[in-house]
């Protein structure tokens, strides 16, 4: 009887262990996809137009 109590145990821990690590992915999944409307939604292109102009104007160092 020992060692099946044993063993339930240590299921239980895997399950629980388990389910923590599906909630943690499952939470990220669910920030990530809260924070999607703050990312900036245009052309690369323009972005690295403007990069490049930012970066042109900057004073030189020697």
Not at 8 to 16: K, M
Not at 46 to 58: D, E, F, K, N, V
């Amino acid at each position: 009887m020992f060692e099946y109590e044993i063993a339930t145990t240590a299921r239980t821990t895997d399950l629980l262990r388990e389910a923590a690590a599906y909630r943690t992915v499952r939470e990220a999944g669910a920030r990530r996809a809260s924070l999607l409307h703050l990312e900036p939604r245009g052309s690369v292109r323009a972005l690295r137009s403007r990069l490049a102009r930012t970066a042109g104007h900057a004073p030189r160092t020697a």
